[in-house]
């Protein structure tokens, strides 16, 4: 009989409501499910948050003492989907108190701090996952098993991107995201991350980078109660400002330790671009490019094709592909960010059940976040910073 598995859930914003679609849907799409992850307690800071989030995502109750939560005996799993400058702190407590934990990325503000989440993730003995869902695309995935094939030969070069435009507008509010002491940083961490752990999950660990980061916005309208609204509400510029302390735009060059070379760039000013989250792969016997705007496909272009078909041609992911025996019965029917998070839970949940690590851990989480420390001291120092390990 397949188990239940009682969850906590710190944070009722965005990624609480991408978190508890994931729940519901997971055995759905995923049967027999590894096991089957039972909505128990939803946390915010914010009460009356948590007790509406607790009616509208399907938790049996809601709470504002994380640390009473925690404690409980019947809680299996910990999700942390609050704000960056809490991770630490949460993710430490549960792992202390033997729960199995899922956390958003960036994993914490700096290296230092995943450092110590790290840390104690590896002590504990329980299973851990940082939520880099954009790797579980079907066509990323398929991306990886075609290099892990060899079919595209030794990569010589990656080239990535994230460019968003929700952000471009400086009169859009002050979101979180704009903050150092909540955020540790800007494009690098919020955005840039997803790239490196592409980078880093596709090619391998990357040894050095040299990077240049900027500020083009450098102050914006202080945001009106409520929940972050991302840059979506009153964009008039009225009313009082306040700083913007972090970075929201990237370019760095990429060394990997395998001897390819690399890019990646991300932006908060890109108008036109939304969630131009990229990719392109040379190897040595053909190419992939993949951009997240159409996460259906996956473009591939092999050497060895025929001298009148050179060219990229276009994959739609569907059943024979990873994951897709839980999907849809047909490709091209389209998925989106959900199933993305779907496929992240139902991995977690088979990492639970095995006991097998799963990927991206806590120390991937760890690496990415000193590659995007590096990222910022390279920016700064304007020379090549090599990765610490
Ligand atoms: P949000 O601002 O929409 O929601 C955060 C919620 O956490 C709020 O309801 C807030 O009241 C609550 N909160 C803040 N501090 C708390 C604490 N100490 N204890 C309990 N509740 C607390 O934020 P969003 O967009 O959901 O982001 C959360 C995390 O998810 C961030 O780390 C962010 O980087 C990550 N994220 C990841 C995405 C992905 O694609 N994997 C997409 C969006 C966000
Ligand atoms: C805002 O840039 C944001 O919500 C990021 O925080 C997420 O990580 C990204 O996946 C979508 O955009």
Known sequence: M??????????????????????????????????IPHRKVLIDVNADLAAEGARRLGFDESSSDWKAVIARKDIDVVDIVTPNDSHAELAIAALEAGKHVICEKPLARTGAEARTMADAAQKSGVMHMVAFNYRRTPGVAMAKK????????????????????????????????????????GTVGDIGTHVVD??????????????????????????????????ASDKSGAGPKAEVDVDDEMITLLRFQNGAVGSIEASRNAYGRNNFLTFEIHGTKGSIAFNYERMDELQVMFADDPADARGFRTIYTGPNHPYGQGLWPIPALGIGYGETKIIECYDFFKAIVSGQLPSPNFEDGYKVSAIADAIIESGSSERWVQVAN
Do not use: C
């Not at 070069?157 to 704009?178: I, K, M, V």
């Open 2 to 35: 397949t188990k239940t598995l009682n969850v906590a859930m710190i944070g009722g914003g965005f990624m609480g409501k991408a978190h508890a679609l994931a729940y519901a849907a997971m055995p759905m799409f995923f049967w027999p499910a590894p096991a």
């Open 146 to 185: 075609l290099i892990e094939e060899g079919r595209i030969g030794t990569i010589l070069n990656f080239r990535g991107t994230y460019l968003q435009d929700w952000s471009a507008d400086p009169n859009g509010p002050l979101s979180w995201r704009f903050q150092k002491k909540i955020a540790g940083s």
């Open 198 to 231: 592409f980078a880093r999950y596709l090619v391998g660990e990357i040894s050095a980078v040299n990077a240049m980061v900027h500020t083009y916005v450098k102050e914006r309208p202080l945001q009106s109660g409520g929940l972050d609204k991302l840059g």
